[in-house]
């Protein structure tokens, strides 16, 4: 069973930067197709960066430039750095993965993603 469970989320000031941590279960990080997404209050959830297997990534526009996804396969991480927080960045931020590794960085729904974390809460607040 496949297990995903997020770390690292916080409050931040403005301008802050913030490391987010996603422990997945053997396998899962080297082999499939992962990603991080975010749910701010009152909206759905968006998916902000995808990594393939082969660690190829791509981002939301509404990020990119500000933050990096990576992964280490050895410790089975998924790990997102976002930088210059802005209080627009306050939401739930979750890792999510999916067995198929075809279109992998064209995943952009959350409906394509079969596992899930609980999530992690960043709040950026003056």
């Known amino acids: 069973q496949v297990q995903l469970v997020e770390s690292g989320g916080g409050s931040v000031l403005p301008g802050g930067s913030l490391r987010l941590s996603c422990a997945a279960s053997e396998y899962v990080v080297s082999r499939y197709c992962m990603a991080w997404f975010r749910q701010a209050p009152g909206k759905g959830r968006a998916s902000i960066a995808i990594?393939?297997?082969?660690?190829?990534?791509r981002y939301a526009p509404s990020v990119k430039g500000r933050v990096t996804i990576s992964k280490d396969n050895t410790k089975n991480s998924l790990v997102l750095q976002i930088a210059s927080l802005k209080p627009e960045d306050t939401a739930m931020y979750y890792c999510?993965?999916?067995?198929?590794?075809?279109?992998?960085?064209?995943?952009?729904?959350?409906?394509?993603?079969?596992?899930w974390g609980q999530g992690t809460q960043v709040t950026v607040a003056s």
């Open positions: 999510a993965a999916i067995s198929y590794t075809t279109r992998c960085l064209s995943r952009t729904g959350d409906s394509e993603y079969a596992y």
């Open positions: 990594i393939n297997a082969d660690g190829e990534t």
